[in-house]
């Protein structure tokens, strides 16, 4: 079954802490991975693309990774405003349908 | 500015009765689709369109119906035979396949 699962569910840090979420996914014939930015009773907001094993981007304290099985978001230094939920999503196969969202990791970034 | 404004922010209905969220992009985007956001779930997807006149349903589309009469405007009906109608729903559109999408800012719907 094609899946994509985000860890850990909820993480909280304190300002300048940095850390890794993750995000691994069983699909067949992977697309394209995205991150998205979620802040509470709004809509997500596009972080990152990543479409082959290997490549990396980058803005401010955020980066992202992609292997065959596994995408990091590794934030840097995080700061309070960076407290949000972060949903990876993942599409597969020749439908532009076929895009799965994982359940998200709800970060929180304490001064 | 471009981008995707649906309405209403807050939609109370009482049970049995059809409701009608609106999603309309200036973005000038081919695809639409509607998710439907529940806590603790990922964003599941209820319908699709890629072009006008036309739309796909998507893993959760029993009890939704929606139109494409223009390239701007993807409106979802929420009928009576949707079973748990409360939830956050949220409209994206996309330029083109394997493309980031953009999202509004959702309607919360809470059916009594």
């Known amino acids: 079954e094609d899946q994509v699962t985000q860890s850990p569910e909820a993480l909280r840090l304190q300002e300048g802490e940095s850390s890794s979420l993750n995000c691994s996914y069983t699909?067949?014939?992977?697309?394209?991975l995205f991150w998205y930015r979620q802040d509470p009773g709004k809509g997500p907001e596009f972080l990152f693309t990543l479409y082959s094993a290997g490549e990396e981007k980058e803005k401010e304290r955020l980066k992202a990774t992609l292997t065959k099985k596994e995408s990091f978001l590794h934030i840097t230094a995080p700061k309070p405003e960076d407290s949000a939920t972060y949903l990876c999503?993942?599409?597969?196969?020749?439908?532009?349908?076929?895009?799965?969202f994982g359940k998200g990791t709800k970060l929180s970034v304490k001064p | 500015d471009g981008g995707i404004t649906q309405s209403p922010k807050y939609l109370f209905r009482k049970e049995g009765q059809n409701v009608t969220l609106s999603c309309e992009q200036n973005?000038?985007?081919?695809?639409m689709y509607w998710y439907r956001q529940d806590p603790g779930q990922g964003l599941r997807l209820i319908y699709y369109?890629?072009?006008?006149?036309?739309?796909q349903k998507g893993d959760i589309a029993e009890g939704y119906s929606v139109s494409r009469e223009k390239k701007e405007s993807f409106p979802l009906t929420v009928t009576s035979a949707q079973k748990n109608p409360t939830a956050f729903y949220l409209c994206?559109?996309?330029?083109?396949?394997?493309?980031?999408?953009?999202f509004g800012n959702g309607t919360r719907l809470t059916v009594t």
């Open positions: 973005l000038n985007h081919d695809a």
């Open positions: 369109s890629q072009i006008v006149n036309d739309f």
């Open positions: 999503a993942v599409h597969y196969g020749g439908s532009q349908g076929n895009l799965i």
């Open positions: 699909v067949s014939g992977l697309r394209g």
């Open positions: 994206a559109s996309t330029r083109g396949e394997n493309l980031p999408l953009h």
